[in-house]
């Protein structure tokens, strides 16, 4: 699963990797209402303030999954969502997004980390366990 996202930061790639994960009973995927549930992580760059894009897709058994992707509420006033943008299905998402100087002077690429938590739900559309 994690080999068919892309992840980048201003057109950088990131190397995304699982870190936990959820299932839904056996029963709720034979009713199609079964909701995956995957915790990716990946390093990030240091970040300068500015305006930035965080891409984000999802190629993983496209034919047979239902996604819905959006942005969390970043954790950091310093952090503000600008845009977002999705493809017809949600396999992709772009998040445009500033960060604010850092008065401190401390590195900027904490900040990031609820942007990197975009939101996405997999459902299998025949009911079945993939």
């Not at 950088?12 to 870190?19: F, I």
């Not at 997004?97 to 900040?111: F, N, P, R």
């Amino acid at each position: 699963m994690v080999s068919a996202l892309e992840v980048a930061i201003d057109e950088r790639p990131l190397q995304a990797r699982l870190v936990s994960w959820s299932f839904p009973e056996p029963s709720a995927f034979r009713r199609g209402e079964g909701t995956i549930r995957l915790k990716i992580q990946a390093t990030l760059p240091r970040v300068l303030a500015g305006s930035h894009r965080l891409f984000f897709k999802n190629t993983h058994l496209a034919d047979h999954s239902a996604y819905l992707a959006n942005a969390l509420v970043p954790e950091s006033a310093r952090v503000t969502v600008t845009a977002q943008r999705r493809d017809r299905d949600q396999s992709q998402l772009t998040i445009e997004y500033t960060v604010g100087a850092d008065s401190t002077g401390a590195g900027l690429a904490w900040v990031l980390g609820s942007l990197a938590a975009a939101f996405l739900m997999v459902r299998s559309r025949w009911g079945r366990a993939i």
